[in-house]
């Protein structure tokens, strides 16, 4: 009997119990429900206003407004990378309602590997202590000239690194010997030209107009990396600073000169970061109107010391590419990456913003030296852009169409 009586006690508080934990599983079944619905509603009122922002922006975009940094920012976080594209090519196609795609035929000329930079994202350089470094001699110089000049070639691209201890009166020299050959030479990027400054103790003001008087026509846009101070202090420590590279620019247009303007992305770089860049080549170019074009192109990390990132795919190439055509409303051109991105994905950059090839590159050893080695003849370049539907034509520096 004690025992019946035990179980139906057992039983009862199971019972109790049980309905106790069923209310409670229901109460929190029912609480759950409700965050659940509160969740789903916040998100849904998340993603309504999200994409309300995006339309906004993708009007502002189609009315010809410009884009500020933060919208530039969410349209290349969050943008669709075909709506991308599609913006960019409409707007390429109203800067360049003829279907042309310009190319330069150039010889990319580095004068010496000797640098004491050590970028860390540079596969390139030698330390000055290293005995496999080299300086061209000017008859290496000649013999490469010729060659690009055989081959139909308006310019030299003339680039090296920071060697420790060169004069400025080299420099001079080296221009006013390949000025000889009657060619245009685009070179020294900022970062040299800061260099030059500091060993000569000259202003970067006087080494442009002694280097312009001894033969430089252009300067191209190399060494911006990202123009942002952090990531120049984390991979670049000795090299010009953001401020630095603007201000040889804004000097370079002030006195006449055109110059390019790059972008190397890619590495340890945020998004604001990418964004902060674009945003500040763009307030020069609204103060001096000196960049010709805009070439963004991402970090080759193998034999760097970045040799573990991993590398940027087509898809991230492209939609920078867009954006930079989106964001940059102020700057004709936008170079397509070949030596980068290899012919297939090139010719794709046609659609997305890109209204010029670059250059033939006849030698080029700084991509190279990274494990990257497509290589394009003017021929094959010209077969790449028939194929997209466009024609094929020779430039200059500064755009002009060579004829024929
Ligand atoms: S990127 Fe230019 S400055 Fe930097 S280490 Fe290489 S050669 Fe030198």
């Not at 898809?315 to 290899?342: C, E, H, P």
């Amino acid at each position: 009997m004690a025992s019946l009586v035990l179980l139906v006690i057992s039983q009862r508080q199971h019972t109790s119990r049980t309905s106790k934990t069923n209310r409670t599983s229901r109460t929190s079944k029912t609480n759950r429900t409700s965050q659940t619905n509160k969740t789903n509603k916040t998100n849904k009122t998340s993603k309504t206003s999200k994409t309300n922002i995006m339309k906004n922006i993708i009007k502002k975009v189609e009315s010809g407004q410009r884009l500020n940094a933060r919208e530039g920012l969410t349209l290349l976080r969050d943008g669709d990378l075909y709506q991308l594209g599609g913006l960019a090519d409409t707007i390429r196609r109203g800067l360049h309602p003829e279907p042309v795609v310009t190319y330069v035929v150039d010889r990319n000329i580095n004068y010496t590997d000797i640098c004491i930079s050590a970028c860390k994202f540079c596969a390139f350089y030698k330390a000055p202590e290293d005995e496999r470094g080299s300086v061209l001699t000017f008859a290496e110089l000649g013999k490469k000239i010729e060659e690009t000049k055989a081959l139909g070639g308006t310019q030299i691209l003339l680039q090296g690194g920071l060697h420790p201890d060169k004069p400025l009166e080299f420099y001079e020299e080296m221009l006013r010997f390949i000025k000889g050959y009657n060619i245009h030479i685009h070179g020294f990027s900022p970062p040299e030209i800061c260099h030059f400054a500091t060993l000569s103790g000259l202003s970067v003001r006087e080494v442009i107009v002694r280097l312009r008087q001894a033969g430089l026509d252009s300067i191209p846009g190399g060494g911006a990396e990202i123009l942002a101070d952090r990531v120049r202090q984390e991979t670049a420590p000795r090299k010009c600073s953001a401020d630095a590279w603007i201000a040889v620019m804004e000097e370079a247009h002030n006195l006449g000169m055109r110059t390019t303007a790059t972008m190397m992305f890619g590495h340890i770089e945020t998004l604001e970061e990418r964004i902060e860049h674009l945003e500040r080549v763009r307030n020069l170019q609204d103060r001096t109107k000196g960049f010709t074009a805009f070439i963004p192109w991402p970090f080759q990390p193998d034999n760097t010391v970045f040799a573990q990132l991993p590398k940027t795919t087509a898809f991230s190439y492209l939609k920078m590419l867009a954006l930079s055509r989106i964001f940059l409303d102020n700057i004709d051109n936008i170079q397509a990456s070949w030596v980068t991105q290899g012919p297939k994905i090139a010719q794709l950059s046609l659609f997305f913003g890109a209204n010029d090839f670059g250059s033939t590159m006849i030698e080029e050893n700084v991509v190279a030296a990274a494990g990257v080695s497509f290589r394009l003849s003017e021929e094959e370049i010209r077969h790449i852009v028939l194929e997209a539907g466009f024609a094929p034509r020779q430039r200059t520096m500064d755009y002009t169409l060579v004829a024929g």
